[in-house]
């Protein structure tokens, strides 16, 4: 295992946009699916948005169309820029890597200690 770092989180209005950075190590930047989770009190972890080593992109239902996912191979991070964020989007954002193509967190065995996205007017 090793250890990803996020970055970017904070309070936004409804209609706002925030934009969260996971540093990978170079180890396995290249080489695993980066993954955006979230988790609110009383939820389980959920997918949001996850990247493949060639850059493709997949999305869940109520992030598609808002939130957009890439990556910096110079930097050797993961973005995911919010927009339109709502109030639901409230949660603690993890970005987590693994070996498959998935949306079930248990499969990302690198996690990040999280980040906190408040949506509140």
């Known amino acids: 295992q090793v250890r990803l770092v996020e970055s970017g989180g904070g309070l936004v209005q409804p209609g706002g946009s925030l934009r969260l950075s996971c540093s990978v190590p170079?180890?396995?930047?290249?080489?695993?699916?980066i993954g955006w989770f979230r988790q609110s009190p009383g939820k389980q972890r959920e997918g949001v948005a996850r990247?493949?080593?060639?850059?493709?992109?997949r999305y869940s239902d109520s992030a598609e169309g808002r939130f957009t996912i890439s990556k910096n191979v110079v930097e050797r991070t993961v973005t995911l820029q919010m927009d339109y964020l709502k109030l639901d989007d409230t949660a603690v954002y993890y970005c987590?890597?693994?070996?498959?193509?998935?949306?079930?967190?248990?499969?990302?065995?690198?996690w990040g200690q999280g980040t906190q996205v408040t949506v509140s007017s």
């Open positions: 170079e180890s396995i930047f290249s080489r695993d699916f």
């Open positions: 987590a890597a693994g070996r498959f193509d998935s949306d079930n967190p248990a499969v990302f065995n690198s």
């Open positions: 990247i493949t080593p060639n850059g493709l992109t």
